[in-house]
């Protein structure tokens, strides 16, 4: 259950953290600088050039048509376009890192004159192929060759995404502790990273949490729906990381049913409210008009 008392309770007794002060990520990009940090919330579009993504409608068929929907998602009013090559549902087939690269590269050199661009991947001869191509923001999903990518995160002077998990991706499944006070993991999970990070060069780093990925205790969408809503809802507790807090925001099939496609945008409260910097969604446009509406409410 999540009630006003609990939220006022988190303020209560975990408000000092909003003044921990944050680094924003600043990179320049085709329509002017974007802004990673406190202040109006940025908006990450998602393409996926993998048809193993369930989430239908964010699925391209082609580079080409990953070029015309992360157009159109940038008119939606997203400052920033993720790719992706290969799903990170369980069962999802696996892509080579040769594939990754003949899908998404072509797709990076189209976009990259109309945004800035990520690319989620785990492979370093991807993340050298699409930074060389133009991306400018690497979603690194997993943890196997980390200081690979690390590097030539810094070599190209490319932003990262650090995506929670331990193990060498995403994609192998793991567990979280749904019960537990999750926020002292991922402070002692992500804060050597961190440090581990600039030590190699890497100027500018975001932390997502993971509540995007698939986790083995949290099959029971319920449990998961309340798991993740609990740690959106938290996001102000990470600042004395330093860095901004990137979330995927969810869209809980089992509880939203045919209005699925609301879902990302109820979760994005919680994500506002809790202080996330960088939004990654599928429903660019219903999340745009719903944080304009929390701006406008002065919700916060």
Known sequence: MI??????????????????????????????????????VTLMGCVNL????????????????AVRMGRIQVAQGAAVIDLG?????????????EDQVLTLVPAVRGLAQEAIVSVETYEPSVVRACLEAGARILNMTGREH????????????AAVVMCFGETANVREIADVPPDADPVPVLLDHF?????????????????????GFYYGNLVDPPTRARHQARVLAQGFRLRPLGVPVCNAVPHSYDLFGDEFRKAEGF????????GTHLVRTHEVA???????????????
């Open 191 to 211: 804060a050597p990273r961190i440090a581990h990070a600039r030590s190699l060069g890497v100027r500018q780093v975001v932390v997502d949490p993971g509540m």
């Open 267 to 274: 979760y994005a409260v919680f994500a506002a409210l809790g």
């Open 3 to 40: 009630t006003l008392a609990d939220l006022a309770a988190l303020q209560t007794d975990h408000g000092d953290a909003w003044d921990s002060p944050v680094a924003p990520v600043v990179l320049d990009g085709p329509r002017g600088q974007v802004r990673i940090g406190d202040g109006p």
């Open 85 to 97: 090559a290969e799903s990170s549902n369980a069962g999802a087939a696996r892509v080579s890192a």
């Open 50 to 65: 993998s048809r193993d993504s369930t989430y239908r409608e964010s699925v391209a068929t082609s580079p080409e048509d």
């Open 286 to 300: 219903h999340l745009r008009a719903v944080l304009r509406g929390l701006t406008e409410l002065e919700v916060r």
């Open 146 to 157: 980390e200081d690979q990518m690390l590097a030539l995160a810094a070599e190209y002077d």
